[in-house]
């Protein structure tokens, strides 16, 4: 019977200290990657969370203007339905017009003010 072509095989001293070397390097080399992907989510869901918290602010005063602008339509409305005369109509219609163009002027920049700071804290790096 032959003998097995494998069983004299003997690896060098040589080879096993490279081939031990390498899977040292290659487990050093992954450790890194998974530490540094590990990293980059964490980063990525702090940011998440940021920007998350921040829309629901923004969605959140986003209401609570709206509410506020439907409330002054309701009250003009009603002011329209006592006017006494073309005049009064014309007079309140006038003062409706100027007070929305300052509270919508108000209301845009408090939102934009709001949206810049949500994109600024989603996107400053966490620590």
């Known amino acids: 019977m032959a003998k097995d072509p494998f069983e004299r095989f003997e690896v060098p001293n040589e080879m096993r200290?490279?081939?031990?070397?390498?899977?040292?390097?290659?487990?050093?080399?992954?450790?890194?990657?998974?530490?540094?992907?590990?990293?980059?989510?964490?980063?990525l869901h702090g940011q998440a969370t940021s920007a998350q918290n921040g829309a629901r602010d923004v969605s959140q005063k986003s209401m609570a203007f709206a509410e506020q602008n439907v409330a002054a339509s309701f009250e003009f409305a009603q002011k329209l339905v006592r006017a006494k005369d073309p005049e009064e109509v014309m007079k309140l219609q006038s003062e409706y017009l100027n007070q929305q163009m300052k509270v919508l002027a108000e209301q845009a920049q408090e939102l934009g003010q709001s949206a810049g700071k949500v994109l600024k804290e989603s996107t400053k790096p966490k620590a």
């Open 17 to 43: 200290a490279l081939a031990e070397q390498s899977m040292t390097q290659a487990r050093k080399a992954f450790d890194g990657f998974i530490s540094a992907a590990s990293q980059a989510v964490a980063t």
